[in-house]
């Protein structure tokens, strides 16, 4: 088939350069435009349009796809399929019917559960112990197209949301690839998504990323993981300055921190929350590389018995 890969982000790229393996044939990609990144703010390319580029591969860029001249650009392209990974715009109705056999999007959950943006977050931070990745026809809605494959992945205690993402990226490439194979052929046919289990994942914010003290630690670890590597989780020193923390460690033994304080130790730094305390692991100050958590409070004052995330 004549596909038109539309992807944005590192996260696709699996998924285009298995599809550029496979017996298909890539003949355009869709990527958000240039967007200001670095300290600098210049503008940088996306991933995709970049390996694109490498690949000698004609590259459209759209923010939006309700412009008349993108729809004939796409249209433009011939494409049998429209494989999607992680494109980050909506698609309008005008748009979705130019393949034959139509957008096919690689969402990172078992539809219906975790809908929206954020899947892989929502699994770690509700604590799933399973999730998985599913091919679907994009339609009207909101990740509710007919399911055309799927695949599962444990998540695994210690999971960061970069980590499973890495993971399900990686599989779900060949998922991607089988489906358009089984559409080709004709093995391959929706199926409605079930009434039931529907649940939604929003995107996660700076303010999502902010540390609780006081509810439990195992909210409070399931929280930090979920949010990294981005947006980054977060408390406020005394005074108000901000730390970036990376994941943490449940310290069942330690009882007696009220939420939020802090005990330094010689090999460690431990932080009360509603339950037990936990054991800081990378930690980066405002202006400052990350770095061990015991290194830095080495180098901070009247830190033992301190408060993080007082506002």
């Known amino acids: 088939m004549r596909l038109l890969f539309a992807g944005t982000p590192a996260v696709a790229l699996p ?34 349009k970049v390996r694109a580029l490498e690949a000698g591969l004609p590259v459209l860029e759209a923010s939006s796809l309700r412009d008349d001249g993108v729809r004939a650009a796409i249209a433009a392209t011939r494409p049998d399929c429209a494989p999607v990974v992680a494109y980050g715009a909506l698609l309008p109705p005008a748009v979705l019917d ?7 999007n690689l969402h990172f959950s078992l539809l219906p559960a975790w809908r929206g943006a954020a899947p892989v977050q929502h699994a770690v ?22 399911v055309l494959g799927t695949l599962t992945e444990t998540v695994r205690p210690r999971d960061t949301s970069g980590d499973l993402l890495e993971r399900l990226a990686t599989a779900g490439a060949g998922l991607l690839v089988a489906t358009l194979d089984g559409l080709e052929d004709g093995a391959v046919v929706g199926v409605p998504q079930p009434a039931d289990g529907v649940s939604h994942a929003p995107r ?18 399931r929280r930090v993981r979920a949010v990294t590597p981005a947006p980054g989780a977060w408390t406020t020193l005394p005074g108000g300055d901000r730390l970036r923390l990376g994941p943490v460690r449940l310290h069942a ?5 009220a939420p939020g ?7 460690d730094v431990l932080v009360g929350t509603g339950t037990h305390a936990v054991r800081l692991g990378e930690v980066a100050p405002a202006g400052r590389r990350p770095m061990a958590a015991a290194d830095w409070a080495r180098g901070s004052r009247d830190l033992d018995g301190a408060t993080l995330g007082e506002r």
Do not use: M
């Open 15 to 48: 998924a285009l350069d298995a599809l550029l393996a496979s017996r298909h044939e890539v003949v355009a990609v869709l990527t958000r435009p240039d967007a200001p990144a670095g300290r600098g703010r210049r503008l940088q390319p996306s991933l995709v």
């Open 261 to 267: 304080q802090v005990a330094v130790g010689r090999q």
């Open 125 to 146: 931070l509700h604590g799933d112990e399973v999730t998985g990745a599913t091919t679907f026809r994009i339609d009207a809605g909101l990740d509710t197209g007919p």
């Open 204 to 221: 996660l914010g700076t303010e999502d990323a902010r540390v609780r003290w006081e509810h439990p630690a195992v909210a409070t670890d």
């Open 253 to 257: 033994d330690v009882t007696d921190l």
């Open 98 to 104: 130019v393949p034959r056999h139509g957008w096919v």
